[in-house]
Nanobody, 116 residues
Framework: QVQLVESGGGLVQPGGSLRLSCAASGSIFLYVLGWYRQAPGKQRELVAG???????NYADSVKGRFTISRDNAKNTVYLQMNSLKTEDTAVYYCNAVRAATMNTYWGQGTQVTVSS
């Protein structure tokens, strides 16, 4: 069982930056990690993912603006968000999937609001 706790959300103006962190209660070395988001009235969508080898993938809407990274020593995954837009407003969720078993874990979410 892995518990995930997100932090770093908040209110930012368009064009600004935020860095989200997701701290896991145990080792994340064998996990595929991801950040998802859900805006009001919309389905939850994948924003970015990173596997145990460090390979990453991004939603087209955030390519070139967001960067996902992981620090296995700190059991933490990050999402650096730059050039934020109003349409990035959502609750952001951390996700961890153990590749061998497909056991899946979610954080509680952190609100990101981009507004002037």
């Amino acid at each position: 069982q892995v518990q995930l706790v997100e932090s770093g959300g908040g209110l930012v103006q368009p064009g600004g930056s935020l860095r989200l962190s997701c701290a896991a209660s145990g080792s994340i070395f064998l996990y595929v990690l991801g950040w998802y988001r859900q805006a009001p009235g919309k389905q939850r969508e994948l924003v970015a993912g990173i596997n145990s080898g460090g390979s990453t993938n991004y939603a087209d809407s955030v390519k070139g603006r967001f960067t996902i990274s992981r620090d296995n020593a700190k059991n933490t995954v990050y999402l650096q968000m730059n050039s934020l837009k109003t349409e990035d407003t959502a609750v952001y969720y951390c996700n961890a999937v153990r590749a061998a078993t497909m056991n899946t874990y979610w954080g509680q979410g952190t609100q990101v609001t981009v507004s002037s």
